[in-house]
């Protein structure tokens, strides 16, 4: 199901979301990347996991991703989801505020029927000038007008299902492609461990398999030779 502009909206502001303020790094790094790694090596003698470009693209293009993706949500979001981000804020802050005018209008604006008021008593009403007062006309409505508002903030938080969707491939995707460094380089740590250890024959065959050194090719050896 396509999530609704309330998850998205928590989607938005996640962790996940602020991490592509690191996108510039990613993308100084990608242009630096064997220079950096051969520094690194030297000053660390440490042995440094292989092959760091594509992984560094890879994660690099998902940033951006997300940053596309947070980028069409405060375009297509609505205001009253970004605003509120859950229809009990909305309701409580909405419901003191809510007039007759105001709900003939955004009832106008989103295609919705209005809402039937219903009238206080004649005893509640002013003398002067025979208007209902707001807080009388609230309390007499009070169910009616949560019932109204939960209808508004339904409407609009699954409202324009292209945006949506457009907002939620564009963050998954960049999601996705952000983690598959993370997972290689867990794979890589765990198999330069086993390799390195005396955890050879301890561990089972598939791990085993898994983590053993691709074979020299013949073009290796003669280089080597040479």
């Known amino acids: 199901m396509l999530p609704a ?5 928590k989607l938005s502001n996640s962790r996940l979301a602020k991490l592509t303020i690191i996108a510039p790094i990613a993308g100084w790094a990608l242009v630096y990347n064997n220079a950096i790694i051969s520094m690194l090596s030297s000053e660390t003698k440490l042995q440094l996991e292989p092959n760091l470009d594509w ?4 994660f690099y293009i ?4 997300i940053s596309i993706s947070v980028l069409a949500f405060s375009i297509w979001c609505p205001k009253l989801i970004s605003a509120y981000g859950n229809f009990v804020s909305y309701a409580v802050t909405e419901r003191p505020l809510f007039t007759v005018t105001h709900d ?3 009832s106008s604006e989103l295609n919705i029927s209005p809402l039937n008021w219903k009238t206080p008593p004649q005893e509640e009403q002013t003398l ?4 209902i007062p707001h807080q009388v006309n609230l309390v007499v409505n009070e169910d009616a007008i949560i019932e109204q508002l939960r209808i508004i903030y339904e409407k609009l938080n699954y409202s324009k299902i292209f945006a949506r969707l457009v907002v939620s491939i564009a ?3 960049g999601a996705f492609m952000s983690a598959i460094p993370t997972v290689s380089t867990l794979g890589w740590s765990i198999c ?3 390799n390195s250890t005396s955890l050879l024959g301890k561990v089972p065959n598939y791990i085993e398999n898994a983590c ?12 080597d030779v040479q």
């Open 5 to 9: 502009w309330e998850t998205l909206n």
């Open 55 to 58: 992984k560094l693209h890879v």
């Open 62 to 65: 998902g940033l951006v991703l």
């Open 104 to 106: 003939k209008a955004i």
């Open 128 to 131: 002067a000038d025979e208007a």
């Open 171 to 173: 963050f998954f995707s």
């Open 192 to 194: 330069a461990t086993i």
């Open 212 to 223: 053993a050194p691709e074979p020299r090719s013949v073009e290796d050896v003669l280089e």
